[in-house]
């Protein structure tokens, strides 16, 4: 575990390679003709905490069919709200061409179209405070089981849920006035990325106490 007593560090949530790290995402956007971009209404599927996370952060990472897939809080903090999606397989989206493993290159849209599993968290360091995690199933998977309870406090490192199997993708979303230094173990997001182990340090909040 990545600092266990250190609030500012925030934990990879699973055993997964960064695909995408994007700032001041847009509460709703235009998608997907000629781009990916992030669009949080549809993300969080018109969730009405979705405007405190307009213009803030949110860093994407996939899981292959062989990572570990199980999720861990990567932060200490309350459950402060847990919600299955319903979406769709194998959905792609247009700027990403043919990909023989759809949907490997569509991993941005299916964030907003996907089964998907939602877990909103009041990290106990206020320099977080409110932050998102996103589960997305990929492909035939829509297996998202979450195992923690709204109220719940967690600890950073414990499990939130599970997918039962193939490859998957999930989202860290974050507010605005949280101001991150990522850590992502010397490799630029992309498909041609490395798995970072599960509850490693994957980002540092420079501002705030450790607590």
């Known amino acids: 575990m990545a600092s266990p007593h250190d609030g500012?560090?925030?934990a990879n949530a699973c055993e997964s390679a960064p695909y995408r790290l994007a700032t001041n995402v847009?509460?709703?956007?235009?998608?997907?003709?000629?781009?990916?971009?992030y669009s949080l209404a549809h993300m969080l599927a018109g969730d009405p905490l979705a405007p405190q996370?307009?213009?803030?952060?949110?860093?994407?990472?996939?899981?292959?069919?062989l990572s570990d897939h199980r999720w861990h809080s990567p932060v200490t903090g309350r459950i402060l709200k847990t919600?299955?999606?319903?979406?769709?397989?194998y959905a792609a989206a247009l700027a990403a061409g043919f990909d023989p493993a759809s949907p490997n290159e569509s991993q941005g849209y299916i964030t907003h179209?996907?089964?998907r599993a939602l877990i909103v968290i009041e990290a106990?360091?206020?320099?977080?405070?409110?932050?998102?995690?996103?589960?997305?199933?990929?492909?035939?998977?829509?297996?998202?089981?979450?195992?923690?309870?709204?109220g719940q406090h967690v600890n950073k490192g414990d499990e939130l849920?599970?997918?039962?199997?193939?490859?998957?993708?999930?989202?860290?979303?974050?507010?605005?006035?949280?101001?991150?230094?990522?850590?992502?173990?010397?490799?630029s997001p992309g498909m041609d990325s490395k798995n970072i182990p599960v509850r490693a340090r994957i980002a540092t909040v420079r501002s705030g106490d450790p607590q």
């Open 8 to 10: 500012r560090v925030i």
């Open 26 to 37: 847009q509460l709703t956007d235009r998608f997907w003709i000629k781009d990916q971009p």
């Open 53 to 65: 996370f307009a213009g803030g952060t949110v860093y994407q990472a996939f899981l292959s069919a």
């Open 83 to 89: 919600r299955l999606i319903d979406g769709s397989y």
């Open 113 to 115: 179209t996907a089964a």
């Open 124 to 150: 106990d360091n206020p320099a977080i405070g409110l932050m998102a995690a996103l589960f997305v199933g990929m492909a035939e998977v829509s297996s998202n089981e979450i195992t923690v309870s709204e």
């Open 161 to 187: 849920g599970m997918f039962h199997y193939g490859g998957s993708t999930h989202a860290l979303i974050f507010r605005p006035q949280v101001d991150l230094e990522f850590d992502l173990h010397g490799q």
